[in-house]
């Protein structure tokens, strides 16, 4: 594949000319796709419907893809699933144009990888974690509490601290 492909530049021309709620299905089956500096995402699987209307071409997109990232509590690298789905206008004239602002171009050719990227980007979580039960590291040693479990003494506590402690107690 040379570097310069790109599978999301898509020709919807044949649509301009066809009556109101014609569509056609276009999928996606692409191994891996770097985006920006840090994005690889992988298995990316999904559809774009486009469909003629009135004002424009409507685009439906839902896509599928992983990428590998690190836990926030862990530090283990994961595949993180993502999911997400957009809906844009592409209009025909400035008068038809919504929020995003976009206008079908004059070649007809709609690229759809920085919309793409926005809302794949969008799907990362905040703080990726690589199951809801990860235990994290431990605070004292640093080791991973998923693969194994350390037996540390109990820390001795300053005795000038002693009453916040006893406090802390309270609350469990």
Do not use: W
Not at 2 to 28: C, K, T
């Amino acid at each position: 594949m040379p570097a310069s492909y790109n599978p999301f530049r898509l020709n919807v021309g044949f649509l301009i000319n066809q009556p109101v709620g014609s569509s056609r299905d276009f999928v996606f089956e692409i191994p891996n796709l770097h985006l920006e500096q840090d994005f690889d995402f992988n298995d990316l699987s999904g559809m774009a419907r486009f469909t003629r209307t009135a004002q424009g071409i409507l685009a439906q997109v839902r896509l599928r893809a992983t990428l590998r990232t690190e836990c926030v509590r862990c530090l283990t690298y994961f595949q993180q699933p993502l999911n997400t789905e957009f809906t844009e206008l592409y209009a025909f004239s400035r008068k038809s144009v919504t929020e995003s602002e976009l206008l079908l171009p004059e070649d007809a050719n709609i690229n759809l990888k920085p919309l793409v990227r926005d809302y794949l980007l969008l799907d990362i979580p905040i703080k990726p974690l690589c199951s809801v039960d990860c235990k994290g590291l431990c605070p004292i040693c640093g080791e991973n509490l998923n693969e194994n479990l350390c037996n540390h003494e109990p820390e001795n506590v300053d005795p000038r601290l002693s009453i916040l402690k006893s406090l802390l107690d309270k609350d469990n």
